[in-house]
């Protein structure tokens, strides 16, 4: 399988606790973003990056949430002291040089979040 | 700031009936546009994209968008669905200014066998 990849599919964790998801996307993509989708919502952007460098934070990223790409291959995402509001897939999506609007995006199968 | 509104939440058709799902945009810069389609269970899936040139675009499945820029607009078609079809159905624009999607809230499509 060639596509974004995502690990865990699925994570519970009480309230207060730290967690962290992986995306591994396509090797050849230098950009990588990531997502949040809480039910009834689209994909919300938390941040990218290209290559190593983390390009764009939205707003949405509170002090508890920070991601890394080290060496531009793997991403993680991590937060800390997780509370019940953090309930959401996270998704990833990679893209290649380029134009995302040419190239397209490739969106892995996401993480899904429960605190309780 | 860039925005993106899909008018239903919920569409419930018949198979065989005509599709067409409604998506408008805000943003004021030249625009990149998408829809997207979720599976039951599955992740995001490109139906089709306008960059520029035809605002008539074709996708997979069968399925075909129209630009109207002067509508703002950017709705989703099918001549005839299939039970298949059903799905959650998202409209994107690449509205970021490092390319990051901008997403509508999404429509659920459900077709009766």
């Known amino acids: 399988d060639t596509g974004v990849s995502q690990n865990p599919r699925h994570k519970i964790t009480k309230r207060g606790q730290n967690v962290t998801f992986r995306c591994d996307p396509i090797?050849?993509?230098?950009?990588l973003y990531w997502y949040r989708q809480t039910l009834g919502q689209g994909p919300e952007f938390l941040t990218y990056f290209q290559n190593e460098a983390q390009l764009e934070k939205s707003r949405l990223l509170s002090d508890r949430f920070s991601a890394e790409r080290p060496k531009g291959s793997f991403s993680t995402l991590e937060i800390q002291r997780t509370e019940q509001g953090d309930s959401a897939m996270y998704l990833c999506?990679?893209?290649?040089?380029?134009?995302?609007?040419?190239?397209?995006?490739?969106f892995g199968s996401g993480t899904r979040l429960t605190v309780v | 700031a860039q925005s993106v509104s899909q008018h239903n939440h919920h569409v419930i058709l018949s198979e065989a009936a005509s599709l067409e799902l409604g998506c408008n945009y805000s943003y004021g810069g030249t625009v990149n546009l998408f829809w997207y389609v979720q599976y039951p269970g599955q992740h995001l899936q490109l139906l089709l994209k306008y960059f520029s040139g035809d605002p008539l675009v074709k996708g997979i499945k069968g399925f075909e968008a129209e630009f109207i820029k002067s509508k703002f607009s950017f709705n989703l078609r099918k001549p005839s669905v299939q039970w298949s079809d059903t799905a959650e159905y998202f409209c994107?624009?690449?509205?970021?200014?490092?390319?990051?999607?901008?997403f509508g809230k999404g429509t659920k499509l459900s077709v009766k066998p």
């Open positions: 999506a990679s893209a290649g040089r380029g134009s995302p609007a040419n190239y397209g995006y490739t």
């Open positions: 994107a624009v690449n509205g970021g200014s490092q390319g990051n999607l901008i």
């Open positions: 090797s050849e993509h230098n950009r």
